[in-house]
């Protein structure tokens, strides 16, 4: 691991002045970000528990290779950006939610209606792809880093945000070319399983340390609201998780 | 070789709201029930941890596996209609209480017009009020006679609420008052009335108190807790059928409930059904289980699927027009307004799914339409029924979609925005209708449902009328900014709308111009029972259970006399 790799993400925050919401310049690489994406885990580990310190769940159940793995975490973390509200995408742990959300039935469509014969069809009838996500997620994520190399030379992660924004409007426009599929299908599969990940239940590894919910005041799995149901003002509550729930 | 069971007297064709409402009173009046359910048993206990949008809200684990069923769509005739390859517009049910378990529980009563409005449309504005093409028609029942069936329903829910002004004559009161109130919808009760409307609390099926049905079955008290709508209660405080009738059924033990029981073939021969044929889908062992009643008690599109794939009935030509099975098929339109609050912030977390206040002064024709291009209209409301943070993710207009601008705008307004929605009344219109699909077929061979259906210009004259008005009570709601929503264009069966379907087997009194009779029996086979929305004549502009609930009342009453007389009910 490089020493720049080694560099803790808060500090580099820090420094740019990025978490203490000072503007952020076009020439920021955003590989920066994600290259810490596997060495330096969103910091959720809470040494009080008197766990372990491993996050076991941090790792690869659909993504073969690092490198296609930070090519969608950068591209989560501009969907949901890190900003002076609170962490992004990648340090919710959005990119492993995707990751186990994609080797599990979502990703394999197990529910959805997967006979032939396919055809294109019109906007107003939805999906009719014969590739199942996983699918439109692995060719999504080679035409981005095909587009990188073609536009600009480098990879996704070397890309400023504002270079990155760029190519990810592209897809979601529906200029880039994919067969089988459209770059708007990935882009807003892509968008929508971030936003997920940012919201879902810690259990399924995004939402780290329930970040996602405390930005939104939303105090995820109570079991009753009858008592505060009347009042007049906003009621700010520490939110539960469902594992929380099980262990009561 | 299917083998041939013992013959019962009622079989009911799926185990949700109608299914148990007809084995509660069937059985309990000594008749030998079986409901064949294609999905598994469920019950109060498997919803405990159950507060889980990515899982029952997003990844539909109470609904239909569309793997194995589904239906085909296409906006027109001239398209090709394709497989909805993943749920949407609607979300269909599955197991054991079908789509009666994730309800929101808005048990409203359609109105007195809804029944008649045929009649009292030409009657007021002439006959040319209503447009060629739409074949809106009396149901052949009036509210008067369906009421003592909607009492019974209401009842065996315990109904959360208060008389409405504008309303049908009840009988009797709801059986419980009406549930808490909260900000938000103290705020619309405000302004509706300074705007000169008559604010009502929209009846719940989520109960404000502990309450004994006339099953003597208790439903609990609502917790509040937001996870309704898409889910199951963990307190069997929201009435459904497996907590609210079911029981019944079990108790009286005449009554069996198959599991896993694929109906594939409503067997017919030309005057009477003989019973069903289905397919245990563990074992793929086929059965045809004879009885003297066969009830259709599966949702709407199940329900004109099997009369069409067993052949009962004359099929709906839209280019002839002639026909009825598949015709009338309806939606519901949704207009609205979304209020932008920037100095309060609301518990817009917190709700239950049938939480609400409503006005009635738009609906049916409590207005006038002399000067308007559309008859009918909807109820208005403002709901709390619990913002999911994955669902809910409100802008202003002109917000990226995604990026650093839509992260902290979605974030503000989480808790910033409330919307005043209508359901908008569906009329049927000659190209909106069900047949088979000729190409796709589900996990047993058999064809696929297909939908043929676009908004109408009566849809889009109502939906921007109406949001007008929602627009005008946000506002005097006092928000910031209020964004009324888009006017119709071409309907789409990607994002979820509502799952108020209705049609394909309508009611009515006429045979040329209906499919059942006013007791839901087929006219082409009278023991041969099709209940649920399905016999929606249109669909009106408030949720459709308290219907569904009344008519399927009706069937039972009607299977009784039938049992007793036999014959034409009607």
């Known amino acids: ?248 | 070789m299917a083998k041939t069971l013992p013959k019962v007297d009622v079989v009911t064709v799926g185990v949700g709201w109608t299914g148990g409402i007809l084995a509660a009173e069937l059985a309990k009046d000594g008749m030998k029930v079986v409901g064949l359910e294609r999905g598994k048993e469920r019950s109060t206990e498997d919803y405990l941890h159950g507060h889980d949008e990515l899982r029952y809200a997003l990844r539909y684990e109470l609904m239909q596996d569309t793997s194995k069923e589904t239906i085909t769509f296409r906006n027109n005739r001239k398209q090709r209609a394709l497989p909805m390859r993943q749920l949407g517009s609607f979300l269909l049910g599955e197991n054991l209480g079908g789509a009666g378990v994730h309800w929101n529980g808005q048990t409203y009563r359609f109105f007195p017009y809804d029944f008649e409005i045929k009649s009292m449309t030409e009657k007021k504005y002439g006959k040319g009020k209503i447009k060629d093409g739409y074949f809106v028609q009396d149901w052949g029942i009036t509210y008067d006679e369906l009421e003592p069936y909607y009492d019974q329903f209401e009842k065996a829910c315990g109904i959360s609420g208060e008389e409405n002004p504008m309303a049908g004559k009840r009988s009797n009161p709801y059986p419980t008052p009406p549930m808490k109130s909260t900000r938000s919808l103290d705020k619309f009760a405000e302004a509706t009335k300074e705007l000169g409307y008559k604010p009502y609390r929209i009846p719940s099926a989520n109960l404000s108190e502990p309450y004994k049905n006339q099953y003597g079955l208790q439903i609990n008290a609502c917790q509040y807790c937001a996870f309704c709508e898409r889910f199951g209660c963990e307190y069997g405080a929201k009435s459904d059928p497996v907590i609210s009738v079911i029981p019944a059924a079990q108790e009286s033990g005449n009554y069996e409930i198959r599991y896993h029981s694929n109906v594939t073939e409503v067997i017919y021969d030309g005057s009477k059904v003989t019973g069903v044929k289905y397919v245990d889908v563990q074992s793929g062992e086929e059965f045809i289980q004879p009885a003297e009643v066969v009830a259709l008690t599966s949702y709407v599109m199940n329900n004109v699927k099997f009369l069409l794939m067993s052949d009962i009935g004359q099929k709906y030509d839209p280019k002839s027009g002639q026909g009825v099975v598949g015709r009338s098929y309806c939606y519901q339109i949704l207009p609205g307004a979304t209020g932008f609050y920037e100095e309060e912030q609301f518990n817009t977390f917190m709700g239950a799914g049938a939480l609400g206040t409503s006005i009635n002064d738009y609906y049916g024709d409590n207005f006038d339409h002399s000067e308007l291009d559309f008859i009918h209209g909807g109820v208005i409301s403002i709901t709390q029924t619990g913002k999911r943070p994955i669902a809910n993710n409100p802008t202003p207009p002109d917000t990226p979609r995604w990026g650093k601008e839509f992260k902290s705008n979605s974030i503000k307004y989480y808790t910033r925005t409330l919307t005043i929605g209508s359901q908008g009344a569906s009329l049927p219109y000659k190209e909106n209708f069900l047949d088979l699909d000729p190409t796709y077929k589900d996990a047993y061979g058999l064809p696929l449902l297909r939908m043929t259906y676009n908004f109408t210009d009566q849809d889009k004259k109502l939906q921007k009328y109406i949001t007008q008005k929602t627009a005008e009570i946000s506002e005097k709601m006092g928000a910031s900014k209020t964004v009324p929503n888009p006017e119709l264009t071409d309907y789409s069966i990607v994002p979820y709308q509502t799952t108020h379907n209705t049609g394909g087997a309508i009611m009515g009194a006429d045979p040329n111009s209906s499919v059942v009779n006013s007791y839901l029996q087929h006219w082409n086979a009278e023991n041969l029972f099709v209940v649920g929305a399905s016999a929606f004549a249109h669909n009106g502009g408030v949720n459709p259970t308290d219907t569904v609930g009344a008519l399927a009342y009706r069937a039972a009453e009607g299977i009784k006399k039938y049992r007793k007389n036999g014959g034409s009910l009607v």
Request: proline letters at 4%; aromatic letters at 12%; a negative charge.
């Open chain 1, 1 to 248: 691991m490089s020493e720049q790799e080694k560099y803790s993400r808060r500090d580099f925050l820090k420094k740019s002045g990025y978490a203490a919401g000072g503007v952020v310049g076009g020439g920021l690489l955003a590989s920066f970000i994600t290259m810490q994406v596997m060495e330096d885990d969103p910091k959720t580990k809470n040494q009080s528990d008197g766990g372990s310190d491993d996050q076991f769940n941090d790792a690869f159940m659909f993504f073969t290779n690092r490198d296609d793995f930070r090519v969608l975490a950068s591209s989560c973390e501009r969907v949901f950006p890190e900003d002076e509200n609170g962490p992004g995408a990648i340090k919710l742990g959005v990119p492993f939610f995707i990751d186990h959300q994609l080797a599990g039935p979502w990703g394999n469509n197990t529910k959805e209606y997967m006979q032939g014969p396919f055809y294109k069809g019109e906007p107003t009838q939805g999906y009719q792809s014969r590739m199942n996500r996983g699918e439109i997620f692995r060719m999504g994520i080679k035409k981005l880093k095909e587009k990188s190399q073609s536009d600009y030379q480098k990879s996704f992660q070397e890309l400023s945000t504002e270079e990155q924004d760029k190519i990810l409007t592209a897809f979601e426009n529906d200029e880039v070319k994919m067969t089988g599929t459209t770059s708007a299908e990935f882009f807003e599969l892509m968008r929508a399983a971030t936003i997920e990940g940012v919201y879902a239940d810690p259990m399924y590894s995004g939402n780290r340390n329930m970040e996602g919910w405390k930005m939104k005041q939303f105090p995820g799995a109570q079991m009753s609201y009858i008592g505060k149901i009347e009042s007049d003002k906003f009621v700010d509550i520490e939110p539960q998780s469902l594992h929380s729930m099980l262990n009561k």
